[in-house]
């Protein structure tokens, strides 16, 4: 009988940013179905967005109030199989150490991925909570997001500088979102030396376009998450306007599954 090839081993989540002309597109789930879904198309990896968990439960976002939230969210989905990374904003702290715990919490439930924000706060005091991370748990992929674009003016000598500082201090990955200008996307991918991530926008580039450009990481953010809101909108007018709601609808058996696994997994989890 012929041996049969072991199967090949499935990527790390670093690895799924070093494919050129491949860009890790990841989309951002709010909850354990979503997360589960989104896996169930095949997606290797998955993430978290700070708008929907912070709406969900009616508190702001951006305004390190959903620690606990998060911390939650990602002890739910950091047993499942697929690879996790969590959106913690800008840690829920000015204070480094404060983050590094953080980290090393996410790390612990299952999370291979941080996304941290500088919120246009000093980027000195952002280097240091990604030094920090690093040293705490070095194996947690750090993306380090800037936002001179997402509520900035894009200054690109101060996007530079920031990237620079993050990079120096031992970011895995920078994340610019809101930068959706072709040669602007090119340049930073030619001064940085770690992946670079955007967001998608429906009205910036396609993903085919953005992997020319040579981005190494899509991500969809609070997009899906609004989207869903608004089908849901759009339902319940087709519903008071006496038409059939249109798009997709999965059945209540479907969605039953996607709890089946969720229990199966706590199951085998306390067995083991």
Same mark, same amino acid.
């Given at each position: 009988?012929?041996?049969?090839?072991?199967?090949?081993?499935?990527?790390?989540?670093?690895?799924? @940013? @070093?494919?050129?002309?491949?860009?890790?597109?990841?989309? #951002?789930?709010?909850?354990?179905? &979503?997360?589960?879904?989104?896996?169930? /198309?095949?997606?290797?990896?998955?993430?978290?967005?700070?708008?929907?968990?912070?709406?969900?439960?009616?508190?702001?976002?951006?305004?390190?109030?959903?620690?606990? @939230?998060?911390?939650?969210?990602?002890?739910?989905?950091?047993?499942?199989?697929?690879?996790?990374?969590?959106?913690?904003?800008?840690?829920?702290?000015?204070?480094?150490?404060?983050?590094?715990?953080?980290? /090393?919490?996410?790390?612990?439930?299952?999370?291979?991925?941080?996304?941290?924000?500088?919120?246009?706060?000093?980027?000195?005091? @952002?280097?240091?909570?990604?030094? *920090?991370?690093?040293?705490?748990?070095?194996?947690?992929?750090? #993306?380090?997001?800037?936002?001179?674009?997402? &509520?900035?003016?894009?200054?690109?000598?101060?996007?530079?500088?920031?990237?620079?500082?993050?990079?120096?201090?031992?970011?895995?990955?920078?994340?610019?979102?809101?930068?959706?200008?072709?040669? /602007?996307?090119? *340049?930073?991918?030619?001064?940085?030396?770690?992946?670079?991530?955007?967001?998608?926008?429906?009205?910036?580039?396609?993903?085919?376009?953005?992997?020319?450009?040579?981005?190494?990481?899509?991500?969809?953010?609070?997009?899906?998450?609004?989207?869903?809101?608004?089908? *849901?909108?759009?339902?319940?007018?087709?519903?008071? *306007?006496?038409?059939?709601?249109?798009?997709?609808?999965?059945?209540?058996?479907?969605?039953?599954?996607?709890?089946?696994?969720?229990?199966?997994?706590?199951?085998? #989890? &306390?067995?083991?």
């Amino acid at each position: 009988m012929t041996a049969q090839p072991a199967p090949a081993p499935a990527p790390s989540f670093a690895g799924l @940013h @070093h494919r050129p002309g491949e860009p890790l597109l990841l989309p #951002n789930a709010w909850d354990h179905a &979503s997360a589960a879904a989104l896996a169930a /198309r095949g997606f290797p990896a998955i993430a978290t967005t700070s708008l929907a968990v912070a709406a969900a439960v009616g508190l702001p976002d951006g305004a390190a109030a959903t620690r606990e @939230h998060t911390v939650r969210l990602a002890l739910t989905l950091g047993s499942e199989p697929y690879l996790l990374s969590v959106d913690a904003e800008d840690g829920f702290s000015d204070d480094p150490d404060e983050v590094a715990e953080l980290a /090393r919490q996410l790390w612990t439930v299952g999370a291979v991925g941080i996304n941290l924000e500088d919120g246009l706060g000093p980027a000195d005091r @952002h280097a240091a909570k990604i030094a *920090a991370v690093k040293a705490a748990v070095p194996g947690l992929f750090v #993306n380090a997001r800037t936002d001179t674009y997402w &509520s900035g003016d894009g200054d690109e000598a101060d996007t530079l500088r920031r990237l620079d500082a993050y990079q120096e201090a031992g970011a895995d990955g920078v994340f610019v979102p809101g930068l959706t200008d072709p040669e /602007r996307i090119a *340049a930073l991918v030619r001064h940085t030396a770690v992946p670079l991530n955007v967001l998608y926008s429906p009205t910036g580039p396609a993903l085919a376009r953005l992997a020319d450009l040579g981005v190494r990481r899509v991500s969809l953010g609070s997009l899906l998450y609004r989207r869903a809101l608004g089908a *849901a909108l759009d339902a319940l007018a087709d519903i008071a *306007a006496g038409r059939a709601p249109a798009g997709t609808t999965p059945s209540y058996a479907e969605v039953r599954a996607l709890e089946r696994s969720a229990s199966a997994s706590a199951s085998a #989890n &306390s067995s083991g």
